[in-house]
């Protein structure tokens, strides 16, 4: 029986070593919490310009939403997308309930609207995630068992602070 070798081309073995977030501390409260990738800190010309290189080859190229964002000419700097996460991160961790959770780009959940029935499946909770499909860069994912509901698109940490009490209602 013959080995199978799978070679991994080095371009994208460099970009998966790029966004691997090492050093994270052991339970992270927000997103400042989870940037130790060389994405976070190389000079962002050369970060967004890789990005760029290898995304004509890779579409699917893994990356956090503010380098989507950033390359595609909507976010000013990346320091303007981390300042975004850390007020959104300010203002759900001053509230009861929600939980930062540090997989991939990070995002937060509502723990009280996660339920779970005798013999059902648990509620996967709302969820407050950023996105690069739209210009507010927040979007919400109401809590559900079963299929997965619509997005809800939020304009922006203005329009969290509005529609916060409603979204930890659904």
């Known amino acids: 029986m013959k080995k199978q070798v799978r070679v991994e081309p080095t371009a994208t073995l460099e970009w ?3 966004v691997e977030l090492a050093g994270m501390p ?3 409260t927000g997103p400042a919490d989870i940037r130790r990738a060389w994405i976070h ?3 962002e010309r050369q970060v967004v310009g890789l990005y760029r290189v290898l995304g004509k080859f890779e579409p699917d190229l893994p990356a956090p939403w503010w380098l989507r964002a950033l390359a595609a000419g909507g ?3 990346r320091k303007a997308a981390f300042r975004m996460e850390d007020e959104v991160g300010e203002l759900l961790a001053a509230r009861p309930g929600w939980v930062y959770v540090p997989w991939e780009d990070g995002y937060w959940e509502y723990v009280p609207s996660e339920a779970y029935a005798a013999g059902e499946a648990p509620t996967v909770p709302t969820t407050v995630v950023f996105t ?5 860069w927040l979007d919400v994912l109401p809590a ?3 299929s997965v509901p619509k997005l809800i698109a939020v304009r922006g940490l203005d329009d969290l602070v509005t529609r916060l009490d409603d979204i930890e209602a659904t």
């Open 41 to 43: 800190r190389a000079p």
């Open 26 to 28: 052991k339970n992270p």
């Open 75 to 77: 976010l000013p700097t």
């Open 16 to 18: 998966s070593q790029a």
């Open 132 to 136: 690069a499909r739209h210009r507010g």
């Open 144 to 146: 559900h068992r079963g």
